[in-house]
């Protein structure tokens, strides 16, 4: 303001016009940095990434409240305005490459996914895992159709089988190392296929396509109620799912992140995305992952 209030005062005479003048622009220029540098005008915005391991209008749905409330107390918390966007990528080899260079700044993955994620970058962190009754553990399933006489793994030699993505904890990993536990690998089956989505997988079983399929158990769980025809040959155990932050997003922001989710005070907003809150996870959290990994890679 002192800068204005002295250029309103110059006087348009012939031995100062140019001096002026040249106050002005300078004053004018003054401003504009002011204004472009003042941190109050910029908006911050952060990445959510994701992929589809269901329906991406579910994705939307499911993440779009919560994101807006992690928005909102960012913003109030950081003393700036931030904005989330999410990124949801078709499939999960795009998104951990998004997660790796940091073109996004957290993201929700699969097990799998951060162990594959974090060998790729070690400089991952995990913000939180989501909490399935107060517990780190939850259950994938092997599920066929409701009139089929299977009663083990063991009984799907030369059956056909339906998998996930190809990076997928659940609909790949665990159930290959299941699969192999009962002496079934890929050569002992009549045919196999990576369907990507876990609703896919269920919806092909249910219609005959394949003999068994893995998936999640709130997917499965979902389609019984829509009237799939499918029943639970096995249930295994996951691990829940961590939020991560990228390499590149700063500490602080990434400690907000972790407080907001972690704190019960937040439950109502946080149960839409995790019905039983967040626990603080550690890397060790998913060494069985690593094992069911590696293990597969016999099938």
Request: charged fraction near 20%; charge should be negative; glycine fraction near 8%.
């Amino acid at each position: 303001m002192a800068q204005v209030q002295d250029v309103s005062k110059c006087r348009l005479n012939s031995s100062s016009l140019f001096w002026c003048g040249m106050r002005t622009v300078l004053a004018v220029l003054c401003l504009a940095v002011n204004l472009i540098a003042s941190p109050a005008s910029a908006e911050r915005v952060l990445l959510f990434g994701t992929y589809t391991a269901d329906k991406p209008t579910e994705t939307v749905r499911k993440y779009g409240p919560f994101l807006a409330f992690l928005s909102e107390k960012l913003s109030d918390e950081l003393g700036e305005p931030i904005r989330i966007k999410m990124k949801i990528d078709k499939d999960y080899d795009a998104a951990i490459e998004n997660l790796a260079i940091g073109a996004v700044d957290f993201a929700r993955f699969g097990p799998a996914s951060y162990v594959t994620v974090k060998g790729m970058n070690p400089g991952v962190q995990i913000i939180a895992m989501e909490s399935r009754k107060g517990q780190k553990r939850f259950n994938g399933v092997v599920a066929v159709h409701n009139d089929s006489t299977i009663d083990s793994l063991s009984d799907l030699s030369g059956q056909s089988f339906a998998f996930g993505d190809e990076l997928s904890t659940i609909g790949r990993y665990l159930a290959q190392s299941h699969l192999l536990d009962a002496g079934i690998n890929s050569s002992e089956l009549s045919s196999f296929q990576y369907l990507g989505r876990h609703d896919i997988v269920g919806e092909a079983v249910g219609a005959g396509k394949f003999t068994a399929g893995a998936l999640k158990e709130s997917t499965f769980e979902k389609l019984v109620g829509k009237g799939v025809p499918i029943k639970a040959l096995i249930k295994f155990d996951n691990v829940t799912k961590p939020w991560l932050a990228s390499s590149t997003l700063s500490p602080e922001i990434a400690e907000h992140l972790s407080s907001i989710m972690l704190d019960d005070a937040n439950y109502e907003a946080v149960k839409s995305v995790a019905k039983s809150g967040f626990l603080a996870g550690s890397d060790a959290d998913y060494d069985f992952v690593r094992r069911a990994m590696a293990h597969s890679q016999a099938f």
